[in-house]
């Protein structure tokens, strides 16, 4: 019976990882609770996971790129490397992207890079993000630190063995799958759309805006107003008292509350204050004006799932919403009534104290490079560099586990005021730890609860017809769709008992099926949601979904043709 409740368990977590909207950190958190109340692991186990040292060096080394991100010769670097031929900027980004990405988070890498290399002179930036999005997911892959996928599973291997991956373990694999996945983006770079420089398709842009009650607009029509002819501001909607008016006929009258939908360049909205009676938000509070800022909304965000309105916006960052862009979906209603997603497109009004607001990094990507940079001086870069190569360093060499390198950084980092003891707080990783920490316990009650002993009993015929080297394909390709269809992370975490399972089965070593299901869950080339920084680009370079499929699938072919090929000679089976 407790096998058969844990089984229902982990269906429905993977049923709405891929269907629900729901954040994973939730859904992972229930699933384990649930795991908890039938029975199949207890409290004093879930609090031996919260403290597995693969997690709490994972934990480290999040907190930790909070002060790597600040080093300035990545964006240096980048401007050197943008040069009149595409083929030649795309060979110098991505080794230059995947180099850095080796060391430190690539969700960072990515972030400091899309702001500067969006505004470059040469290329447009939909040529551009997107290849670096994928050099930074191949470059995440080549050391354990690289990307959290990699630490998720030492995490899990550690938890059930007691030895964690090597630091560079991945190299062997991981370095010529990499190099193929360059190849194949240099063959395939001219199917990216070719976008304007600098500027996000002006059509796909919300900007509501309300008409005040003593208005001269009232009573006259939208025509008669001249409200049709604005340019590159167009009319879409009106909603009228909950009633959502569209498209607006040119002899629609105006009254008194009406809330009018532009669609449009929003940099253009200044226009429409000369308008008598015509307000916003952003113009009520003084903030409209030649401040307006561009931010992505980074995955994680404290207003993800929220309404502009119900998220005291305002307050929180000091900051109005002017205008919101999504791809791929149709925007509709009022502005502030629209629940924000990770990866949605604002353009802000901001106020004087929005640059010094300790939570912007945290919840944005901020495209201002003005706004966004926080460089360290020379000898601070030196220093923490210098901090990092040492606890890598010590690593390798057994000296002292890679924690406690990262913690002695961390507190290096504290020492040098490059961050603050409250914004190390803020930017905690919580829902990082969460996953983590709920899926080695649903693991482990997989396993106390005799249901992965009854399933690969199931299968041990079928395990016993395969060959050993189809069964390593199963298992990467599984843990590349689940990737596909969720994230990253959470396939990893889903799929490790599985794959560790089915090689202990059927007598094989284990390391090339862990090894198949780290560097699967880091495969995320055909959409822009198994991965942050395919999702972070998504907006900033105009794409659409079937821009990752076009350009991706032949890199995803040579990464995983690649991988398949050399995992079972670097780790024999």
């Not at 490397?81 to 690539?106: D, I, K, Y």
């Not at 189809?470 to 599984?478: D, I, P």
Request: glycine share 8%; with cysteine.
């Amino acid at each position: 019976m407790e096998s058969a409740l844990v089984a229902l368990i982990v269906i429905a977590l993977i049923a709405l990882l891929i269907l629900s909207r729901l954040s994973p950190a939730l859904l992972f958190t229930l699933a384990m609770a649930s795991c908890v109340l039938v029975g199949a692991i207890d409290m004093l186990d879930v609090m031996e996971k919260a403290t597995n040292e693969g997690l709490v060096t994972l934990l480290l080394l999040l907190m930790v790129s909070i002060g790597l991100e600040r080093l300035p010769w990545l964006l240096a670097l980048s401007n050197w490397a943008v040069r009149g031929s595409l083929p030649r900027t795309l060979l110098g980004l991505s080794g230059m992207t995947m180099l850095f990405s080796a060391f430190v988070s690539n969700t960072a890498v990515v972030a400091t890079l899309a702001g500067t290399l969006r505004k470059n002179p040469h290329h447009a930036a939909s040529q551009i993000l997107l290849p670096i999005s994928y050099a930074a997911i191949l470059g995440g892959t080549l050391t354990l630190i690289g990307t959290s996928t990699n630490l998720i599973v030492s995490s899990f291997l550690e938890d059930t063995t007691g030895s964690g991956i090597a630091f560079f373990a991945f190299l062997p694999v991981a370095l010529p799958a990499a190099l193929a996945g360059v190849i194949a983006m240099l063959l395939m770079h001219k199917v990216l759309p070719i976008g304007g420089h600098g500027k996000l398709p002006v059509n796909e842009f919300l900007i509501e805006m309300a008409v005040a009650d003593d208005s001269r607009l009232i009573g006259k029509t939208v025509a008669e107003n001249y409200l049709r002819d604005l340019g590159d501001l167009f009319l879409v909607e009106l909603v009228r008292e909950g009633r959502l008016i569209t498209p607006v006929a040119p002899g629609e009258q105006l009254e008194g509350g009406d809330r009018l939908i532009f669609s449009g360049d929003v940099s253009s909205v200044g226009i429409l204050e000369r308008f008598h009676g015509l307000r916003s938000f952003a113009i009520d509070e003084g903030l409209l004006g030649t401040n307006l800022t561009e931010v992505v909304l980074l995955p994680g965000a404290s207003v993800i799932g929220q309404t502009i309105k119900g998220s005291e916006f305002r307050s929180r960052f000091d900051a109005a919403v002017v205008g919101l862009h999504r791809d791929g979906e149709r925007l509709s209603g009022r502005l502030g009534n629209i629940t924000l997603r990770a990866g949605d497109s604002l353009m802000l009004a901001v106020g004087p104290d929005f640059q010094k607001r300790s939570n912007l990094s945290r919840n944005f990507l901020v495209i201002d490079s003005s706004i966004a940079s926080h460089s360290l001086s020379t000898l601070k870069s030196l220093t923490v560099a210098a901090g990092m190569v040492a606890a890598v360093t010590a690593s390798v060499l057994g000296w002292v586990p890679l924690a406690t390198g990262l913690m002695f950084l961390l507190l290096l980092m504290l020492g040098m005021k490059l961050f603050s003891a409250a914004e190390l707080r803020r930017r905690f990783p919580f829902e990082m730890w969460l996953i983590v920490l709920s899926a080695l316990a649903i693991s482990q009650a997989t396993i106390d609860s005799g249901l992965m002993g009854v399933v690969m009993e199931a299968f041990t015929p079928l395990l016993a017809s395969v060959p050993p080297m189809v069964m390593l394909l199963m298992v990467y390709g599984l843990t590349l769709v689940m990737t596909e269809l969720m994230t990253n992370n959470a396939a990893a975490a889903l799929m490790f008992p599985l794959g560790y399972s089915v090689a202990l089965s059927s007598g094989y070593e284990p390391m090339a099926f862990v090894m198949a299901v780290a560097l699967g869950g880091s495969a995320s080339f055909l959409t822009p949601f198994g991965y942050t920084t395919n999702l972070m680009v998504q907006n900033l370079g105009g794409y659409t979904r079937a821009d990752y499929v076009r350009f991706g699938s032949l890199v995803s072919l040579f990464y995983s043709a690649t991988v398949l090929v050399l995992l079972p000679r670097a780790f024999p089976l």
